[in-house]
């Protein structure tokens, strides 16, 4: 049911490297973004995508976006451990961990944006998380895709504050998630 605003989603990912998707409690933003876009961009095959929800601490979860879940529990261990390296270098250390990606693009989702503002109680971690994705998107644009699932009521809190350009990327690339029509309902329902 999710067809036309899937297609439109890849599009702007396909044009940008910047995508701001919101809407209310329950529309189905998580479920476009995952089951849609990032779907059709794993079947391209030429993507490496990472998908992080901020939780209260959005850093140790950015670096754990970069650990092979598959490895085994002390090489996700090591793995973390350099990463949790990397992005306490800020956006320096997020370009190198994407940069030396074989993958021709980088897609950072971030699903569940809001909770950097709900969950996340330090300004100080928040505000080196912002830094650190908004600065390694301008360090290597053509290489990273920083996409944000958030609720619509949160977009206000990212344009309260400079927050590293990300007032301005969230105002120029928002694209809304509206409730799904009738017969929307019915095509994700019987198919």
């Known amino acids: 049911g999710r067809e036309s605003l899937t297609r439109t989603l890849i599009e702007k990912v396909t044009h940008n490297n910047f995508l701001a998707i919101a809407g209310a409690s329950g529309s189905g933003k998580s479920s476009v973004l995952r089951a849609g876009l990032l ?13 992080l929800v901020p ?7 950015l670096a754990l976006a970069f650990v092979d879940g598959t490895a085994r529990r002390l090489d996700r261990a ?17 370009r190198r961990l994407i940069q030396n990606s074989s993958a021709s693009k980088v897609i950072l989702a971030i699903d569940q944006f809001e909770e950097v503002f709900t969950l996340c109680q330090s300004a100080t971690e928040r505000q080196a998380f912002f830094e650190a994705i908004m600065g390694a998107l301008a360090a290597i644009p053509s290489k990273l895709c920083l996409i944000l699932a958030m609720r619509s009521d949160f977009i206000g809190k990212c344009l309260e504050q400079d927050y590293s350009s990300l007032a301005d990327q969230v105002q120029t ?15 994700a329902i019987t198919k």
């Open 55 to 61: 939780g209260e601490h959005p850093l140790q979860n």
């Open 39 to 51: 779907q059709h961009l794993r079947n391209q095959r030429h993507h490496e995508i990472h998908i």
């Open 173 to 187: 690339h928002l694209l809304s998630v509206r409730p799904m029509r009738q017969e929307e309902l019915v095509q």
């Open 78 to 94: 090591e793995q973390q451990g350099k990463a949790e390296n990397q992005i306490k270098a800020g956006a320096d250390g997020l």
